[in-house]
């Protein structure tokens, strides 16, 4: 760990371990909306996508069931420490748009 570089990446498993906890009942679907849509675009003033027409094409497309390990091989981070390596998560984020452009 002493050679590692510094930090360790988070947003490869922070969606899927939230949506955990929603989906073992320890956190409602409300709040999990909240700290990952509403809440961030209300904070930093930007809009967000409710699916109505002129919303952003922002959104992403999740599959809640599927199971994955959490390894370098599995994140896109370009950083690949984390203390969750080796993990079974249920839930993958499978692709990404921002302004209706794909980028993962």
């Known amino acids: 760990m002493d050679v590692a570089p510094c930090g360790i990446s988070g ?21 999990f909306d909240r700290a990952w849509i509403t809440g961030p675009a209300q904070t930093f003033g930007l809009p967000f996508n409710t699916f109505q027409p002129g919303d952003p094409a922002d959104f992403f497309l999740f599959d809640p069931e599927e199971e994955w390990t959490v390894g370098p091989k599995t994140m896109h981070s370009k950083g ?5 390596t080796g993990t079974v998560l249920k839930g993958r984020v499978k692709t990404h748009f921002l302004a209706g452009k794909k980028i993962v």
């Open 11 to 31: 947003l490869d498993t922070a969606f899927a371990v939230t949506w955990g906890l929603v989906r073992d009942g320890h956190l409602k679907r409300e709040a």
């Open 80 to 84: 690949k420490n984390t203390p969750l």
